[in-house]
């Protein structure tokens, strides 16, 4: 993740809208709890400051319940935050009711940041029509705020659902959120008409269960100072407060969670996890798509154990690759190898970074244009190294893989038995006692010591690939795995 997101959620439990299934509609509110709900917000905000360069806050959402946006502090809260320099992006959950050239002009007067400022806009089909919603949606995008719409699958809905989405400007995502009061499943049919909306409905059926390794650049802050991880986690005993000398400056609260699913966006499209990032961004809990041009996976990633695509994969990758993002995979293995372990998604990918960086490819697209490759040679002496290699290979254990193409060896790999993994004490005294260690990187994984050359590795291979499709390499999403080899290449023989 590219630094921290906080949820902010207010005392307040109100709305101006009446649906007949909510319960914030018939919450009535006093003129006391706004006053109190505004100043917990501005202290909030405040809170934020002095913690936004310690904490390394970069977003920051309002997800409330009812209705915030009726409301101009939070307006100006919002527009105050994306005037920090650290803050990249400021939004809301909104029934998008509120008036939308007072909201444009009160948060541009306080200095807000038009272009940190994004929108998740809730369709309400009791309270608006199509044609209203669309057009406060198109007005929003126009001027250049980012923004997202959607609605509740109901099943009754579909048709206007579907009216909804021909009435949107084309580049405006329509999300659909399960419904959780269905009580049965969603039929064939049901599913393939919600699909055919939102490409990404599917995310919404998979159970995700938890995991709070990928838990920990987010919190979920309430307005009377209790902290969470996530919007359905428990509190972590902490309270944000302009002045408590509990909280840690730098230290940002680990993770707690006693869920088994993250049953909802707010709680699984927070996560750092590389499908929500590929499909929408550093900052995915405001759900607004980014279309990286290339998108670099590494092949453990996208795997389950027994080899096979990982459903949420199998369903996006597809998707992407249709919209016109060049799919590559990263990977230790050799170009072979790789190919075997994809078998069933590996016409979707127009090559990678392979043998850790040895060996790149560019396939050419379709029957247009030429492919590319390049080789990153072993030099003379590991080119000759085997016999040197082989008078250790009884006290190491190890037999040698040697990949060539053309005759040059590219990659070795010192490969041991299953059970006997390398450790890093061992890996690196061999790594020392070798005389040509200075030409090559070293990486350990498992049962694996693989040498290769010192320029080869996944972030140049990036680059070079970037350079020959004509784009940048900050047009691309990169999976957190490829940033690993940095580390390999800085440790000599680290994991
Ligand atoms: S329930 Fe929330 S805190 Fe727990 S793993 Fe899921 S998203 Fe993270």
């Not at 906080?6 to 101006?16: A, M, P, T, V």
């Not at 499209?269 to 929408?280: A, E, Q, T, Y």
Request: hydrophobic content about 40%; some cysteine.
């Amino acid at each position: 993740m590219d630094g921290r997101t906080i949820l902010y959620r207010g005392i307040l439990k109100s709305c101006n809208y009446h649906c007949s299934y909510c319960p914030f509609s018939r919450h009535p509110v006093s003129e006391r709890e706004l006053a109190k709900d505004r100043e917990q917000w501005f202290s909030f905000i405040r809170f934020v400051e002095r913690h936004v360069a310690g904490w390394g806050i970069r977003a920051l959402m309002v997800v409330p319940y009812g209705e915030a946006l009726i409301h101009p502090w939070y307006w100006q809260g919002l527009a105050q935050l994306s005037a920090l320099p650290q803050i990249r992006a400021v939004g809301a959950q909104t029934n998008l009711s509120f008036p939308l050239r007072l909201f444009t002009d009160c948060f541009a007067g306080v200095g807000g940041q038009k272009e940190k400022l994004r929108l998740w806009a809730t369709f309400h089909p009791e309270m608006t029509e199509v044609s209203v919603f669309a057009e406060r949606c198109r007005e929003l995008h126009d001027q250049g705020v980012q923004i997202c719409a959607g609605a509740v699958g109901v099943p009754q809905n579909l048709p206007v659902l579907e009216s909804l989405r021909r009435a949107l400007p084309e580049e405006i995502y329509l999300w659909i959120n399960k419904m959780d009061g269905l009580k049965r499943p969603y039929t064939d049919q049901e599913r393939a008409a919600f699909t055919a909306l939102d490409p990404y409905f599917i995310r919404e059926l998979l159970p995700v269960p938890a995991d709070t390794d990928r838990c920990r650049e987010r919190l979920f802050a309430e307005g009377d100072g209790r902290l969470h991880t996530c919007n359905i986690s428990p509190p972590l005993g902490l309270r944000w407060a302009e002045k408590n000398p509990d909280l840690p400056a730098a230290g940002f609260p680990a993770p707690v969670c006693r869920r088994k699913i993250c049953s909802c966006y707010l709680a699984y499209g927070g996560r750092n996890d590389p499908v929500s990032r590929m499909l929408f961004g550093p900052y995915p809990l405001f759900r607004i798509p980014r279309r990286p041009r290339a998108v670099f996976l590494d092949i453990a990633g996208i795997l389950l154990p027994n080899g096979e695509c990982m459903e949420e994969f199998s369903v996006v990758l597809p998707l992407l690759a249709q919209e016109g993002t060049v799919l590559f995979l990263t990977a230790r293995l050799s170009y072979r190898e790789a190919m075997e372990r994809c078998q069933s998604i590996r016409h979707l990918f127009r090559g990678g970074i392979f043998a850790g960086g040895a060996y790149l490819v560019l396939q050419s697209e379709g029957e247009c244009g030429e492919g590319r490759e390049q080789f990153f040679d072993l030099d003379e002496f590991w080119n000759s190294a085997e016999p040197f290699l082989q008078k250790m290979a009884r006290c190491y254990a190890f037999r040698i893989l040697c990949y060539k193409h053309k005759g040059r060896c590219y990659k070795i790999t010192l490969l041991r038995p299953r059970h006997r993994p390398w450790e890093e004490a061992e890996a690196h005294r061999l790594y020392e006692s070798l005389p040509g260690k200075h030409s090559v990187r070293a990486i350990r994984q498992g049962s694996c010591l693989q040498f290769v050359d010192r320029r080869a590795d996944q972030a140049g291979g990036v680059r070079l690939l970037c350079r020959w499709m004509g784009i940048s390499h900050t047009e691309v999403f990169l999976d957190s795995a490829a940033g690993e080899e940095e580390t390999d290449k800085r440790k000599g023989v680290k994991e």
